[in-house]
């Protein structure tokens, strides 16, 4: 079976849906928190240094259409590790 993957712009448009949402919605909130997993994923496979996974994630989140200071508020919300 074929697994069908989002385009990065069916992954922003999910974001723009559920950003405004995370902090009432559960959902919204898990949802954001997997993009933003999704976008350091992304920006790990393309580094190849500390300073390059930081371009690498701005050039994901250009990519996707993620604002800057959206993704990294969420990543701010992310629940600490136990």
């Not at 069908?4 to 902090?23: C, K, N, S, Y």
């Not at 996974?53 to 969420?74: C, H, K, M, W």
Request: glycine letters at 4%; charged letters at 30%.
């Amino acid at each position: 079976m074929k697994r069908e993957q989002l385009t990065d712009d069916e992954i922003g448009v999910i974001w723009a849906t559920h950003f405004p949402m995370r902090l009432e919605n559960p959902m919204s909130k898990a949802v954001c928190l997997a993009i933003c997993l999704l976008v350091e994923e992304k920006a790990s496979r393309n580094a190849t240094g500390d300073e390059d996974l930081l371009v690498e994630v701005d050039r994901a989140l250009i990519s996707i259409g993620i604002p800057r200071n959206e993704f990294y508020q969420t990543e701010l919300e992310r629940p600490a590790d136990d």
